[in-house]
């Protein structure tokens, strides 16, 4: 890398999270407590407290085995302070307290759980599936089925307490609304598999992103996309946006896009045009997550690279090389702390602030 060694954060600098046996496929903070979930490839998932000055943090182990045998973890999802979701590859949701204990095992499907997502009431939990999408009310253990899809579901996002998007292998995105059998819009566009799907802040606008090496949006007003960007020259791994303009600034609201080509694009979706494009990795970007406050952007991927960049300047300001490749980046509540998940079997946590 040919960066400033001024901006690289030396390992001293980082907490490592070492437990894990195997690949960490995915971590994500508690959206309220200073808590971090990880899961694992190693069937675990793991709830490490981290305390503001701990490099030890401590650590809850929740061992996911089906009649002897161990599975693979391939999604976990915190909701607001009481509840972990893990998807694995048996095709189980399994809903755990934060202390550990088993509160819902939800019924068996075909295929692993590509991904999970709360409502922002944390009432129900929405999960991919390689036969559709699965609706879970936690509340009473109730489970409602979709299967709007024929091909693998691979992502969903909530729109509202009451409307999802899917997205599969098909290129089909569906909308849907719960308690009813049939989505109420779909939108078709992509002509390879969509990867990731994400609503804006106000559910105005989906963001999809796909192996057709395009990003494109739309809106609920229309069948057709608002943009259709050409955005990259491999498949494009995912797609997050910021839930403002910098704070600093005037500027729109910002899409990121993440490629296997090593290249991130910032877009305005007002214009659906190139901000920026950020090109200090080396390899293909797997994961790409704006700070609370927008003002910066972190990202990982094949390269064992985690950056932090503003989002202002387009320029890189801190960088941290991990010992394996980095599946996932997400930022604390508090916009102080950058997690990412490695796999070696490692969780590197960086204190913005110290840095």
Request: hydrophobic fraction near 35%; charge should be neutral.
């Amino acid at each position: 890398m040919d960066a400033d060694q001024g901006i690289v954060i030396p390992p001293s600098e980082a907490t490592v999270l070492s437990g894990h046996e195997r690949e960490v496929t995915t971590c994500q903070w508690n959206p309220v407590l200073d808590l971090l979930a990880s899961g694992s490839f190693d069937a675990t998932a793991r709830i490490w407290h981290m305390s503001d000055d701990s490099k030890n943090p401590n650590e809850l182990v929740i061992r996911h085995w089906m009649d002897g045998c161990s599975e693979k973890i391939k999604s976990c999802k915190m909701s607001d302070g009481s509840m972990l979701a893990t998807g694995s590859f048996d095709g189980y949701v399994r809903i755990w307290r934060t202390d550990g204990s088993l509160r819902y095992t939800l019924r068996q499907y075909e295929g692993p759980i590509n991904a999970l997502k709360w409502n922002k009431q944390g009432s129900y939990i929405l999960s991919a599936r390689a036969d559709g999408a699965m609706i879970s009310d936690v509340g009473d253990g109730y489970c409602n089925t979709f299967t709007f899809h024929t091909n693998n579901v691979l992502n969903v996002d909530w729109r509202t307490d009451n409307t999802f998007a899917t997205c599969s292998t098909d290129g089909n995105i569906h909308v849907c609304e719960i308690e009813r059998t049939k989505p109420i819009k779909s939108f078709r566009g992509h002509t390879d598999r969509v990867n990731a799907i994400r609503w804006d802040p106000q559910g105005h606008l989906l963001a999809s992103c796909s192996d057709d090496k395009t990003v494109k949006l739309w809106s609920m007003k229309q069948d057709t996309c608002v943009h259709d960007i050409q955005a990259h020259s491999q498949r494009i791994c995912t797609v997050q946006w910021s839930r403002i303009g910098p704070s600093k600034s005037n500027m729109n609201l910002i899409l990121a896009s993440a490629s296997l080509d090593s290249l991130i694009g910032l877009w305005d979706v007002e214009r659906g045009a190139c901000i920026s494009k950020l090109t200090k990795h080396t390899d293909g970007v797997h994961s790409v997550a704006f700070s609370p406050d927008g003002n910066y952007l972190a990202s990982g991927g094949r390269d064992n690279y985690v950056h932090i960049w503003s989002i202002q300047s387009g320029q890189l300001i801190h960088s941290y090389k991990a010992s394996g490749s980095i599946s996932e980046v997400c930022w604390n509540s508090r916009g102080s702390k950058v997690a990412a998940s490695a796999s070696d079997g490692k969780v590197f946590v960086l204190d913005m602030r110290k840095v």
